[in-house]
Structures are given as C-alpha cells and as structure tokens.
C-alpha cells in the first residue's frame, strides 16, 4: 500500500507542475533571437510566445504586442495554445480531486470513494503531462528545424526560449505525480481484497473448529 506521505510529494509535484504549465503557457519566451547590430547600444531581444509578442532594447526599453488574429499563426503554435490551455484545466481538475483521495485528508467518505477519487486525479495528471509535453516538443523541433534550415534568413531564425524548458520540466512533474497517484489507487484495491480474502479462511477455520469440538462432546 502506497504511503500517505508519497501521496504527498505527488501531490507536491502536481502542484509544482501545474504552476509551471500555467507560467509557461503565459510567458512570452518561446522563441527568443538576440540581434546585436552594430554595437551594444542597438542590441536588442526579440521574445515571442503564444499570446504575445516582445521586444527588449539594450537601452532598457521594454515593449509587447498582443497575437489577436489567431488564424494568422502557424499550426503549431496554434495547437500549442489549445494544448497548453488544456493541460492547464486538466491539472487544475487533478489537484481538486486528488485532494479529495488523499489519505491525509477527510474528504471523500469511505476508502473505495477515496480511491476512485485518487485514480480520477491520477488519470487527469497524466493526461496533462500528455498534454504539455506534445507542444513543448512539437514546438521545439520546429524552430530546430526553421534554424538549420538554409533558405531561412538569418533574421527570422531563433533559438528555443525559457518558456519551452519550463513546460517540458512541468509536463514530467505532471506525469510523474499522475503515476504515482494512479499506482496508489491500484495497491488500495489489491488491500482492500486480500484482508477479506484472510478473514473468509479465519472464519472458515473457526467453523471448522466448533464442529470438532461438538463431535468431541457427542
């Protein structure tokens, strides 16, 4: 039977995860390209993500541009905001549920309510881990591959940003902590069978024993 204190670092995880993705899917760094110009004073940062699009001077000026026109943007970005939206709602359903099937907490009821409640909040961590490793990995590989490739001009090349790293980080914690949550629920089910199973033979064995004791006496 998985303890209650292991729960509880999944549950930390999911809960790490779940900031993660969120702070991902909000930063404007999935791509950054740094354009030195001519000297240092012109130097600028490019940053763009899924909402939004900035741009950061050497000189301390800092400015963004929102991303309205959504069939404007590239598929993969596209499916990265539907994705990254998703795992978010999935992670934060996860929380709410595996809190109900912890065994640290009152929630719940009984235990076989608890451990459904677990299993669901497993279910829902895995699926967003699912959901924020497909963009974080699709996305990568499309700027990998718009930067090795030569007919691409050098301005319209960029490097995978910070926003990329934190939701892949975030993406395993959530799959991690779904897992172990998942595992949970099934080491419950199998002791909540096994104890029956010993009482029906102690039972069995006692009903046998008042039998040889009334032959005994007759």
């Not at 912890?102 to 309510?113: F, I, N, P, V, Y």
């Not at 279910?123 to 967003?128: E, H, I, L, T, Y």
């Given at each position: 039977?998985?303890?209650?204190?292991?729960?509880?670092?999944?549950?930390?995880?999911?809960?790490?995860?779940?900031?993660?993705?969120?702070?991902?899917?909000?930063?404007?760094?999935?791509?950054?390209?740094?354009?030195?110009?001519?000297?240092?004073?012109?130097?600028?940062?490019?940053?763009?993500?899924?909402?939004?699009?900035?741009?950061?001077?050497?000189?301390?000026?800092?400015?963004?541009?929102?991303?309205?026109?959504?069939?404007?943007?590239?598929?993969?970005?596209?499916?990265?905001?539907?994705?990254?939206?998703?795992?978010?709602?999935?992670?934060?359903?996860?929380?709410?549920t595996s809190t109900v099937g912890m065994k640290?907490?009152?929630?719940?009821?009984?235990?076989?309510?608890?451990?459904?409640?677990?299993?669901?909040?497993?279910?829902?961590?895995?699926?967003?881990g699912i959901s924020g490793l497909i963009p974080?990995?699709?996305?990568?590989?499309?700027?990998?591959?718009?930067?090795?490739?030569?007919?691409?001009?050098?301005?319209?090349?960029?490097?995978?940003?910070?926003?990329?790293?934190?939701?892949?980080?975030?993406?395993?914690?959530?799959?991690?902590?779904?897992?172990?949550?998942?595992?949970?629920?099934?080491?419950?089910?199998?002791?909540?069978?096994?104890?029956?199973?010993?009482?029906?033979?102690?039972?069995?064995?006692?009903?046998?024993?008042?039998?040889?004791?009334?032959?005994?006496?007759?």
């Amino acid at each position: 039977m998985a303890s209650a204190g292991l729960q509880l670092l999944a549950f930390v995880l999911a809960l790490s995860g779940t900031s993660g993705v969120l702070t991902a899917t909000l930063l404007p760094s999935w791509k950054v390209r740094v354009d030195a110009g001519s000297s240092i004073i012109t130097a600028i940062v490019q940053l763009q993500g899924l909402w939004m699009d900035c741009t950061w001077y050497s000189t301390g000026m800092f400015s963004c541009s929102l991303q309205y026109s959504v069939l404007s943007l590239p598929t993969h970005v596209q499916a990265a905001r539907a994705t990254m939206v998703l795992a978010c709602i999935l992670s934060a359903v996860g929380i709410c549920t595996s809190t109900v099937g912890m065994k640290c907490t009152r929630l719940g009821g009984d235990r076989e309510t608890k451990s459904h409640a677990c299993f669901a909040g497993g279910v829902c961590f895995v699926a967003a881990g699912i959901s924020g490793l497909i963009p974080t990995v699709w996305y990568t590989k499309e700027i990998i591959a718009n930067f090795l490739d030569l007919t691409v001009p050098e301005s319209n090349k960029h490097e995978p940003g910070g926003a990329v790293y934190i939701g892949f980080i975030s993406a395993l914690l959530l799959f991690i902590s779904g897992m172990i949550f998942c595992t949970s629920r099934i080491k419950n089910s199998e002791a909540l069978l096994y104890p029956s199973k010993r009482q029906h033979v102690f039972t069995t064995q006692l009903e046998g024993d008042s039998a040889h004791n009334l032959k005994d006496y007759v």
